[in-house]
């Protein structure tokens, strides 16, 4: 089968691997039928984390097309959604619904020959407890399948910081990163009755695109310009809860500054910080820091009813359709900020 690996820094390319096939009686075989792109294939391809050959994308939802003895929730033919980690379920850290700390899961081509979301097909591991099943409309419908794909990682995350943050009905909350993540916490802090919901990034069109999520300012400031308008925009007072959506140092301190003393910031970018942030702010204002890498199959039956009826719907994020032969091209697209994210149809 065909499937895109790391090749050097900045550089993926479709390459023909072995076939996913069974290997645990717990495994199941779903060819993909949509792929995503992700900002952290972003920063693990540029950055040189992979190691050459390794399968690259995490995001996928496909068809399950064999299974192995043990599977008895799924049948050959089902439509399913994968979460970007699988786990065993019933470990005591998932049953805790910290499946991403699950001692036998992982996520889709980190662990050691672990296939890869971006490809014809992936081996699923313990795959009654990982994959979900979907109406089978999901795969095809035009609408509906970009809005499915968004929660194997982006939107469940973006839900995830403003469940850490405690965000309620009335909050005042300030996203910072206009990125995916960022634009589906808008989305979150809307669906969670965010009062007002405050936009910082630097894309005019991911910040118009913001407002359509819910935002009801936007900010195209950074750094200590930033500090200084969201501080005004809440009279001083500083915002009732943060979301940190891009990983650097100068978005986690933004966060930290912006946020109320005794507010929180849920902080779900991936780390890639140059130097250490500095968390006096934090400390001296009693802000609390909560997040961390998204458990999203936790939330997926809480999500995925509302993403098939329509009400939530982050499909607007895919701007790019391809074939596995443009995902070396989706990435540059993505890293030059031309495209905000691709979907594969391998
Ligand atoms: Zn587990």
Known sequence: ??????????????????????????????????????GSDLIFVGRGLYQAGQR??????????????AVTALRVGDAVLAPFCWADGDCRHCLAGLLTSCADGGVWGLGEGSDGGQGEAV???HADATLVRLPAEALTDRRLAPAV??????LPTGHHAVVAAGVRPGSTVAVVGDGAVGLCAVLAAARAGAERI????????????????????????RGADADRR????TDGHGVDAAVEAVGTTPALETAIRA???????????LPHHDTAPDLGPAFFHNVALRGGIAPVRRYLPELLP???AGSLDAGALFDFTGTLADVPAAYDAMSGRTVLKALIRP
Do not use: K, N, Q
């Open 56 to 69: 690259c994308g995490h995001e996928f939802l496909g068809v399950v097309e064999e299974t192995g003895r």
């Open 1 to 38: 089968m065909r499937a895109v690996v790391y090749e050097r820094p900045g550089r993926v390319a479709l390459r023909t691997v072995p076939d996913a096939r069974i290997e645990r009686p717990g495994d199941a075989v779903v060819r993909v039928a949509a792929a995503g792109v992700c």
């Open 230 to 233: 969201l501080a005004e925009l």
């Open 149 to 154: 794909l968004a929660l194997a990682d982006v």
């Open 306 to 308: 509302e993403v098939c």
């Open 123 to 125: 081996r699923v591991p």
């Open 198 to 221: 405050i936009a910082v990034g630097s894309h005019p069109g991911r910040l118009r695109l913001a407002l359509r999520f819910g935002a009801t300012d936007t900010l195209a400031a």
């Open 259 to 269: 946020t109320r003393p005794g507010g929180t910031v849920g902080f779900v970018g």
